[in-house]
């Protein structure tokens, strides 16, 4: 018992400190959670953490919280799930009371609107950061599909201004359909 109270401790600090200390939404956060369960924990591989986050992209509600669900509920089940919504819920709540409070004096802060300025570059950094990371773990499975579905989706978006709910839902069927296809030949080997 000792050793699951260490685990939830672990799993809503861990979630806690992401989530009050990263600024620019659930984009932002994808790669840092990965950062600290695969790379730094160990705790979970590469793959299922890609898998991790499709789900959490794809599943309704904000992506940070999508993704600490899964993460916990991957980790320690329900009460990891718990433990990591509670750590990332938390710190957004907390930071957005305090400052709504001051809201309407810091409004029109010339120092206030220069550092939110230098945190949109930061975020940018974070984005590509994250793009260039995902697209070599897509690249290195050698398999051909995911990177034309990432092609594919980058052309949608950006070239033919497709809405992203459209490309979701069309990314989510074909995903679909490839997985029922593996275990097809799965099940007929």
Request: aromatic share 10%.
């Amino acid at each position: 018992m000792k050793t699951d109270f260490k685990l939830y401790m672990k799993l809503f600090t861990s979630t806690f400190y992401l989530s009050a200390f990263t600024f620019g939404g659930g984009y932002i956060i994808l790669p840092l959670l990965r950062k600290k369960f695969v790379e730094e924990y160990g705790w979970i591989n590469e793959n299922e953490m890609l898998d991790l986050m499709a789900i959490a992209q794809s599943s309704p509600g904000a992506i940070a919280v999508n993704a600490s669900i899964l993460i916990g509920y991957r980790l320690a089940g329900l009460m990891g799930a718990l433990m990591t919504i509670i750590g990332t819920v938390l710190p957004p709540l907390i930071i957005l009371s305090i400052i709504s409070s001051f809201y309407a004096s810091l409004r029109h802060n010339i120092l206030i609107n220069i550092v939110l300025k230098g945190m949109q570059a930061g975020i940018a950094a974070i984005i590509i950061d994250v793009t260039v990371n995902m697209s070599k773990d897509i690249f290195r499975q050698k398999s051909i599909f995911p990177a034309i579905i990432m092609i594919g989706s980058f052309i949608a978006a950006y070239v033919f201004k497709v809405n992203i709910i459209f490309i979701i839902l069309i990314c989510g069927i074909l995903g679909t359909l490839s997985s029922a296809a593996k275990i097809n030949r799965k099940a007929d080997k």
